[in-house]
């Protein structure tokens, strides 16, 4: 069916005062024949809106290109309904604001009229490539899978179960509880935030066994996931029986573990009264503070940071085991009036309202607390421990004496070390990729729970060190997370981070040559293969990056409306000017996540731009197809910027390796454009981020200053 | 063996220091603004951060034996500071009061002197042995000196029993405060070893003489400069009250020796009379800015019994020493004489006790600055 393409151009926000937008006009009508075509002086507002919808209803027009703000301003106000493809060609931003304005006469620029008749080409032409994406339905399992049955599993289970799901608990132990079996006391969770509190598990536990829709299965591990959000099957292990349950959604709640004490020598762990904090909080429940002898322990020693943040242990900071030792001194001083504790630390961290708690604990005659270096630990015969300290509140160089020496270590995931807990069926592998730490890879501030499995999410210590009441908060999360994952995928939208958005790639599998390309850079794992290689899509998992198609060599993946040839008719559409009018065509390709904001910015700012510049956002660099660069440079262009985030350990990207996988490709094509005689240096991948927005003219500027010593493109006008 | 210092945290001195008005002390977290505050901390060797710290793990021999304590004036301008209200200048205050309670000999003395109702016991000594001379004197007059014409105070108890009472008392003050002061000498030598630069013995006492003449160092603080007009005044009327004592008591034996000069009760003109009166009565101001100062709480932290059996004491023997002149010149005979009666007993107290009371930092604040400029504490002392 053909496109009735209507174009819509606003002359408001300041655009009239850059452009002439009844010029603009003419290139709609004659240049892409748009079945309709309008000036209004306030697209947005009621009666410009009107003017759009009359066109739809008598049924003229529809599809949309709306030439005003960009596509990030007015998402709902421009939105015709899910039949209809609305585009907007950004002619506010990305020249209006950011570009020459008409002189003191009322005379357009020439570039910046170029400009803006570029964009509408551009837009124009893609908008009649594009398809209505339709949405990838199946029947969903609206049930979740929560892996541990600690305080986190637990709380997860309670949330999901309050949400209306029913609920699948795997634990690998006989009793429920994890590590909080072991505590004596819980850590203060209300205001003033200074008493402890008792431990809860009990009635947590009782809380959980009374939901009729939660199911339990003690002493079992999970032996396969198959199948992808909304539908995956789980085989669980029982000792020799095996059971299946079908769900739609995984939390994952192993919890952490300790660093291994025996492996900080230097802090004396092989001495007999040496203790780690869990063996010390276990003998706290006792209600018994005892040397290895039996004899009372009346000094007892906590060495903060045993292990953490320490190049050859662990290099991060817990954030936990300060609060852990000032709770277990309140446990000595609980027990025995008479005791002391000491509490060496490096520096003490008590975030938020837990000062109050390390304010009352300071405030107890009984607890010592200095800062300090340890720089040995000895036996002083079989009954006391010796610290030496340096650099002290105290002193330079002192020592101390105590009967017990408490080790504060740190944490580390359950996924370090350990069976997998998850035995996923995919072809990147049966666990989570990690990136630092062993901790599931996902920025643990700005998309918490998230991992690089679409539907599993992770909650508490397994995800970072944390202590009960944040895994309590955390494991709210994760569940409104796993049953958004259920709500979501059975209208076969995506999750993180486009939310709501319908379109899966389409493959084109007859011409496809297995070289599983694809199925080895998706982030996400949504790629299985078949025996011989070819890609077996799992449109659940799918988060809609377009990494695939941009890894593609054939050129077989695409979205309805997100597609190669959609990015080429617009790189083909740009009016390039012969090399004798010294005006340089420069393409970015800016990422919507970080760089087109930043774009945006930039021109709430009116910071001046160079007026050669036409940006194509991209949902992610991983998008980028070599094809463009071709493209770009066979039509004419003298240079090309690839804009995204940053890449590396500490990448930015939300779709985790786009930007790296980006740079890869990019250095792969370089040698090819030098051998057509073309410097390579004419392609290029910057980082911007939002906050480098003030940085852009700068960056493009430096950019074209190189490219002009080149000369024009040869290719112009070929 | 190691030559690292061995710290044991003291518990119970933690709690003494905690029990002696330094009640804040364990909320310090070390910042140090106190002693960047502190107008009287010197570049290189600083308090009171460090004093903090010995505090919160008491370390009795680091502090008991510390110079630093005494060179704090207690204006508090540290604790107006402190971001936590730790109140480091009323520690300080604790920790001398800790140093003199741990060098006054006998020590039992010292901790009855320092409870209230362990000076309450010790109040009745002089209340039996003045009370008892009284009666002893004049019992077989049928306590005639009541109906008499004029009111003379030495018909109650003559001036020979008086000296000869204040004399054992003033013996028995003398002997404990050498042996207090010895243990504090050997205590600061340990604790802050002599070093080059410092003055010689004859520099470091007239130079504290000029420095608590003038109130040099009460003049530096920021927020509590009214304090060091309260205690000019105080220390400025005792030592007037002192002169005139001596003087009276001069005098007195001169006349009875047979010279022709005017016997107490002297007019009201007498340059002796005038003396005392004026010196009366500057103490009278100055200890009653103390008080109230310390009642009301203005810039002062909380007073324990140290402070306030001293103050106490302190303003009630000016109080009726201004009164038994005052009943005498009204004649209210009755009441004259027991005003009187007890004015004495309170000089005793004072006298008898200076030692071990608050009184004592007399001594050991001056010895301790003497020692201070004595041991160069104005260069950098060395950490252990």
């Given at each position: 069916?053909?496109?009735?393409?209507?174009?819509?151009?606003c002359?408001?926000c300041g655009i009239?005062?850059?452009?002439?937008?009844?010029?603009?006009?003419?290139?709609?009508?004659?240049?892409?024949?748009?079945?309709?075509?309008?000036?209004?002086?306030?697209l947005c507002?009621?009666?410009?809106?009107?003017?759009?919808?009359?066109?739809?209803?008598?049924?003229?027009?529809?599809?949309?290109?709306v030439a005003a703000c960009s596509q990030r301003f007015h998402q709902?106000s421009f939105?015709?309904?899910?039949?209809?493809?609305v585009l907007r060609a950004p002619i506010r931003e990305y020249v209006a604001w950011m570009?020459?304005?008409?002189?003191?006469?009322?005379?357009?620029?020439?570039?910046?009229?170029?400009?803006?008749?570029?964009y509408?080409?551009?837009y124009?032409?893609?908008?009649?490539?594009?398809?209505?994406?339709?949405?990838?339905?199946?029947?969903?399992?609206?049930?979740?899978?929560?892996?541990?049955?600690?305080?986190?599993?637990?709380?997860?289970?309670?949330?999901?179960?309050?949400?209306?799901?029913?609920?699948?608990?795997?634990?690998?132990?006989?009793?429920?509880?994890?590590?909080?079996?072991?505590?004596?006391?819980?850590?203060?969770?209300?205001?003033?935030?200074?008493?402890?509190?008792?431990?809860?598990?009990?009635?947590?536990?009782?809380?959980?066994?009374?939901?009729?829709?939660?199911?339990?299965?003690?002493?079992?591990?999970?032996?396969?996931?198959?199948?992808?959000?909304?539908?995956?099957?789980?085989?669980?292990?029982?000792?020799?029986?095996?059971?299946?349950?079908?769900?739609?959604?995984?939390?994952?709640?192993?919890?952490?573990?300790?660093?291994?004490?025996?492996?900080?020598?230097?802090?004396?762990?092989?001495?007999?009264?040496?203790?780690?904090?869990?063996?010390?909080?276990?003998?706290?429940?006792?209600?018994?503070?005892?040397?290895?002898?039996?004899?009372?322990?009346?000094?007892?020693?906590?060495?903060?940071?045993?292990?953490?943040?320490?190049?050859?242990?662990?290099?991060?900071?817990?954030?936990?085991?300060?609060?852990?030792?000032?709770?277990?001194?309140?446990?000595?001083?609980?027990?025995?009036?008479?005791?002391?504790?000491?509490?060496?630390?490096?520096?003490?961290?008590?975030?938020?309202?837990?000062?109050?708690?390390?304010?009352?604990?300071?405030?107890?005659?009984?607890?010592?607390?200095?800062?300090?270096?340890?720089?040995?630990?000895?036996?002083?015969?079989?009954?006391?421990?010796?610290?030496?300290?340096?650099?002290?509140?105290?002193?330079?160089?002192?020592?101390?004496?105590?009967?017990?020496?408490?080790?504060?270590?740190?944490?580390?995931?359950?996924?370090?070390?350990?069976?997998?807990?998850?035995?996923?069926?995919?072809?990147?592998?049966?666990?989570?990729?990690?990136?630092?730490?062993?901790?599931?890879?996902?920025?643990?501030?700005?998309?918490?729970?998230?991992?690089?499995?679409?539907?599993?999410?992770?909650?508490?210590?397994?995800?970072?060190?944390?202590?009960?009441?944040?895994?309590?908060?955390?494991?709210?999360?994760?569940?409104?997370?796993?049953?958004?994952?259920?709500?979501?995928?059975?209208?076969?939208?995506?999750?993180?981070?486009?939310?709501?958005?319908?379109?899966?790639?389409?493959?084109?599998?007859?011409?496809?040559?297995?070289?599983?390309?694809?199925?080895?850079?998706?982030?996400?794992?949504?790629?299985?293969?078949?025996?011989?290689?070819?890609?077996?899509?799992?449109?659940?998992?799918?988060?809609?990056?377009?990494?695939?198609?941009?890894?593609?060599?054939?050129?077989?993946?695409?979205?309805?409306?997100?597609?190669?040839?959609?990015?080429?008719?617009?790189?083909?559409?740009?009016?390039?000017?012969?090399?004798?009018?010294?005006?340089?065509?420069?393409?970015?390709?800016a990422?919507e996540?970080?760089s087109l904001p930043a774009f945006d910015m930039a021109a709430l700012?009116?910071?001046?731009?160079?007026?050669?510049?036409?940006i194509i956002p991209?949902?992610?660099?991983?998008?980028?197809?070599?094809?463009?660069?071709?493209?770009?440079?066979?039509?004419?262009?003298?240079?090309?910027?690839?804009?995204?985030?940053?890449?590396?350990?500490?990448?930015?990207?939300?779709?985790?390796?786009?930007?790296?996988?980006?740079?890869?490709?990019?250095?792969?094509?370089?040698?090819?454009?030098?051998?057509?005689?073309?410097?390579?240096?004419?392609?290029?991948?910057?980082?911007?981020?939002?906050?480098?927005y003030?940085?852009?003219?700068?960056?493009?500027?430096?950019?074209?200053?190189?490219?002009?010593?080149?000369?024009?493109?040869?290719?112009?006008?070929? | 063996?190691?030559?690292?210092?061995?710290?044991?945290?003291?518990?119970?001195?933690?709690?003494?220091?905690?029990?002696?008005?330094?009640?804040?002390?364990?909320?310090?977290?070390?910042?140090?603004?106190?002693?960047?505050?502190?107008?009287?901390?010197?570049?290189?060797?600083?308090?009171?951060?460090?004093?903090?710290?010995?505090?919160?793990?008491?370390?009795?021999?680091?502090?008991?034996?510390?110079?630093?304590?005494?060179?704090?004036?207690?204006?508090?301008?540290?604790?107006?500071?402190?971001?936590?209200?730790?109140?480091?200048?009323?520690?300080?205050?604790?920790?001398?009061?800790?140093?003199?309670?741990?060098?006054?000999?006998?020590?039992?003395?010292?901790?009855?002197?320092?409870?209230?109702?362990?000076?309450?016991?010790?109040?009745?000594?002089?209340?039996?042995?003045?009370?008892?001379?009284?009666?002893?004197?004049?019992?077989?007059?049928?306590?005639?000196?009541?109906?008499?014409?004029?009111?003379?105070?030495?018909?109650?108890?003559?001036?020979?029993?008086?000296?000869?009472?204040?004399?054992?008392?003033?013996?028995?003050?003398?002997?404990?405060?050498?042996?207090?002061?010895?243990?504090?000498?050997?205590?600061?030598?340990?604790?802050?070893?002599?070093?080059?630069?410092?003055?010689?013995?004859?520099?470091?006492?007239?130079?504290?003489?000029?420095?608590?003449?003038?109130?040099?160092?009460?003049?530096?603080?920021?927020?509590?400069?009214?304090?060091?007009?309260?205690?000019?005044?105080?220390?400025?009327?005792?030592?007037?009250?002192?002169?005139?004592?001596?003087?009276?008591?001069?005098?007195?034996?001169?006349?009875?020796?047979?010279?022709?000069?005017?016997?107490?009760?002297?007019?009201?003109?007498?340059?002796?009379?005038?003396?005392?009166?004026?010196?009366?009565?500057?103490?009278?101001?100055?200890?009653?800015?103390?008080?109230?100062?310390?009642?009301?709480?203005?810039?002062?932290?909380?007073?324990?019994?140290?402070?306030?059996?001293?103050?106490?004491?302190?303003?009630?023997?000016?109080?009726?020493?201004?009164?038994?002149?005052?009943?005498?010149?009204?004649?209210?005979?009755?009441?004259?004489?027991?005003?009187?009666?007890?004015?004495?007993?309170?000089?005793?107290?004072?006298?008898?006790?200076?030692?071990?009371?608050?009184?004592?930092?007399?001594?050991?604040?001056?010895?301790?600055?003497?020692?201070?400029?004595?041991?160069?504490?104005?260069?950098?002392?060395?950490?252990?």
């Amino acid at each position: 069916m053909k496109k009735k393409c209507g174009i819509y151009i606003c002359s408001g926000c300041g655009i009239d005062a850059a452009v002439d937008t009844q010029a603009l006009i003419k290139v709609a009508e004659k240049e892409l024949k748009a079945e309709a075509c309008h000036v209004h002086p306030f697209l947005c507002d009621d009666s410009g809106l009107e003017l759009i919808k009359s066109d739809l209803r008598a049924g003229t027009v529809d599809h949309f290109v709306v030439a005003a703000c960009s596509q990030r301003f007015h998402q709902q106000s421009f939105d015709m309904g899910p039949e209809h493809m609305v585009l907007r060609a950004p002619i506010r931003e990305y020249v209006a604001w950011m570009m020459e304005p008409r002189d003191e006469n009322g005379k357009v620029n020439e570039d910046t009229q170029m400009a803006a008749a570029d964009y509408i080409r551009m837009y124009g032409a893609r908008v009649k490539r594009m398809e209505i994406p339709q949405p990838f339905e199946q029947d969903t399992i609206k049930s979740v899978l929560v892996i541990g049955g600690g305080i986190t599993g637990i709380n997860a289970a309670l949330e999901v179960s309050k949400a209306g799901y029913p609920v699948h608990l795997v634990e690998k132990q006989a009793e429920l509880g994890g590590a909080a079996k072991e505590y004596r006391s819980f850590l203060p969770q209300k205001a003033p935030y200074r008493d402890l509190e008792d431990n809860q598990l009990e009635e947590l536990i009782s809380r959980l066994k009374s939901k009729s829709d939660i199911s339990l299965y003690p002493s079992s591990t999970v032996d396969a996931i198959d199948g992808e959000p909304g539908n995956f099957t789980v085989r669980i292990k029982n000792g020799q029986s095996q059971k299946t349950v079908a769900i739609g959604s995984v939390i994952l709640a192993t919890g952490g573990k300790s660093y291994d004490k025996n492996k900080l020598t230097h802090l004396g762990a092989q001495f007999k009264n040496v203790v780690s904090s869990d063996e010390f909080e276990a003998m706290a429940k006792t209600g018994k503070l005892t040397r290895q002898d039996g004899s009372p322990a009346k000094t007892i020693a906590f060495i903060q940071c045993a292990g953490s943040r320490d190049k050859n242990h662990l290099s991060y900071c817990s954030s936990t085991c300060c609060m852990n030792s000032l709770k277990q001194a309140a446990y000595v001083r609980q027990i025995d009036p008479e005791t002391k504790a000491y509490i060496l630390y490096r520096d003490m961290r008590t975030p938020g309202l837990y000062e109050n708690f390390y304010k009352k604990q300071q405030d107890d005659p009984g607890i010592f607390l200095t800062k300090g270096e340890i720089a040995q630990v000895s036996e002083d015969g079989e009954r006391s421990i010796l610290i030496d300290l340096d650099n002290s509140l105290l002193g330079d160089q002192i020592q101390l004496k105590a009967d017990l020496l408490v080790l504060a270590t740190g944490q580390v995931s359950s996924l370090v070390d350990e069976e997998s807990h998850l035995n996923l069926g995919y072809r990147q592998g049966k666990d989570l990729p990690d990136l630092n730490h062993g901790y599931p890879d996902s920025h643990f501030i700005c998309f918490p729970y998230e991992t690089r499995r679409t539907g599993i999410f992770s909650a508490g210590p397994v995800r970072h060190p944390m202590d009960i009441n944040e895994a309590k908060r955390d494991a709210a999360g994760a569940a409104l997370k796993a049953v958004q994952t259920l709500e979501l995928t059975s209208m076969g939208k995506s999750m993180h981070p486009r939310v709501g958005d319908l379109s899966k790639p389409d493959f084109y599998l007859a011409r496809c040559t297995s070289c599983k390309r694809c199925t080895e850079e998706c982030p996400f794992g949504m790629l299985d293969e078949d025996e011989k290689g070819t890609p077996r899509p799992n449109p659940a998992r799918c988060r809609s990056c377009g990494t695939c198609m941009g890894a593609c060599p054939e050129r077989i993946i695409s979205f309805a409306d997100y597609s190669i040839q959609q990015i080429s008719d617009m790189i083909k559409e740009v009016e390039i000017p012969d090399e004798f009018e010294e005006k340089p065509r420069i393409l970015i390709f800016a990422c919507e996540n970080d760089s087109l904001p930043a774009f945006d910015m930039a021109a709430l700012n009116r910071i001046r731009i160079n007026p050669y510049i036409r940006i194509i956002p991209v949902r992610c660099l991983g998008g980028i197809n070599l094809v463009f660069v071709s493209d770009a440079l066979s039509v004419g262009f003298d240079g090309v910027m690839f804009m995204g985030c940053k890449f590396g350990d500490d990448y930015q990207c939300h779709f985790v390796k786009g930007s790296e996988l980006c740079n890869e490709r990019l250095s792969k094509v370089q040698e090819t454009i030098s051998r057509l005689n073309l410097e390579s240096e004419r392609i290029r991948q910057f980082t911007v981020t939002l906050n480098d927005y003030d940085k852009l003219p700068e960056i493009i500027n430096d950019f074209v200053t190189e490219i002009d010593a080149f000369g024009p493109n040869p290719f112009k006008g070929m | 063996m190691t030559d690292r210092a061995v710290i044991n945290a003291d518990l119970k001195f933690v709690q003494g220091i905690l029990n002696s008005g330094g009640a804040d002390l364990k909320k310090c977290y070390q910042c140090s603004t106190c002693t960047v505050a502190c107008p009287l901390s010197e570049e290189g060797v600083p308090f009171p951060r460090k004093e903090m710290i010995y505090a919160q793990w008491g370390i009795r021999d680091k502090l008991i034996n510390s110079v630093d304590s005494w060179l704090c004036h207690h204006c508090n301008d540290c604790s107006d500071q402190c971001p936590r209200g730790a109140r480091p200048g009323d520690v300080m205050g604790a920790i001398r009061q800790m140093s003199i309670r741990a060098f006054s000999k006998p020590s039992l003395v010292a901790k009855a002197a320092n409870s209230p109702l362990g000076a309450l016991l010790l109040l009745l000594i002089p209340m039996l042995i003045i009370g008892g001379v009284i009666c002893f004197l004049n019992a077989d007059q049928g306590f005639d000196f009541l109906t008499r014409e004029r009111i003379i105070y030495a018909n109650m108890i003559p001036v020979i029993a008086i000296d000869l009472i204040f004399m054992s008392a003033a013996f028995f003050a003398v002997i404990t405060m050498i042996l207090g002061l010895r243990g504090f000498i050997g205590g600061l030598k340990k604790g802050n070893p002599i070093i080059n630069g410092g003055e010689t013995l004859g520099q470091a006492v007239t130079g504290t003489i000029r420095d608590i003449l003038s109130h040099r160092k009460f003049k530096e603080c920021g927020v509590n400069q009214s304090r060091g007009t309260a205690h000019l005044l105080m220390m400025y009327g005792f030592i007037g009250l002192f002169i005139t004592t001596n003087l009276v008591l001069v005098i007195h034996y001169l006349h009875e020796f047979g010279f022709d000069i005017q016997d107490t009760p002297f007019p009201f003109f007498h340059p002796v009379k005038i003396l005392g009166n004026v010196s009366a009565l500057a103490a009278f101001i100055g200890i009653f800015l103390i008080t109230a100062r310390r009642l009301f709480n203005q810039g002062v932290g909380k007073s324990s019994s140290f402070d306030w059996i001293f103050i106490g004491v302190m303003f009630l023997t000016v109080l009726t020493g201004i009164m038994s002149q005052v009943f005498r010149v009204a004649e209210f005979v009755e009441i004259a004489f027991i005003t009187y009666y007890f004015h004495l007993v309170f000089v005793f107290f004072l006298l008898a006790f200076a030692p071990h009371t608050k009184f004592g930092h007399l001594f050991y604040r001056t010895t301790a600055m003497i020692y201070a400029r004595y041991c160069g504490r104005s260069l950098p002392l060395k950490q252990d």
